[in-house]
């Protein structure tokens, strides 16, 4: 998905576009996660990218997008740019000495 949403509206209000936007995110992500997996992967990973125009974007994780969106509201931006691309991903183990610890 690259797209460039549009908060602004004369009819609308923008709370609204703004959770109708999410929910287009999140529906997207749903569908691409549901796709069957290539051989030799263990799950779907996203790319992404957030900002106010394509060329300013800049690389964010899956779980930032809606903050991000959230700070584009209050910064009254008129439009913003969301790209997000399914990419294989592979599951590493943690190194040994990630353990957690119990607090004695």
């Known amino acids: 998905m690259k797209k460039i949403f549009n908060i602004k509206h004369p009819k609308i209000k923008v709370a609204r576009l703004i959770e109708a936007v999410k929910g287009d995110i999140r529906k997207y992500i749903r569908r691409e996660s549901r796709k069957a997996l290539p051989e030799g992967v263990d799950f ?7 900002g106010p125009t394509a060329q300013e974007s800049k690389v964010i994780h ?9 700070a584009a509201e209050k910064q009254q931006l008129e439009a913003f740019y969301v790209e997000i ?18 607090i004695a």
């Open 44 to 50: 779907w990973d996203f790319a992404c990218k957030f």
């Open 62 to 70: 899956v779980a930032e997008i809606s903050k991000c969106i959230d």
């Open 85 to 102: 691309l399914a990419k294989p991903g592979h599951r590493t183990k943690k190194p040994k000495g990630d353990e957690i610890k119990p």
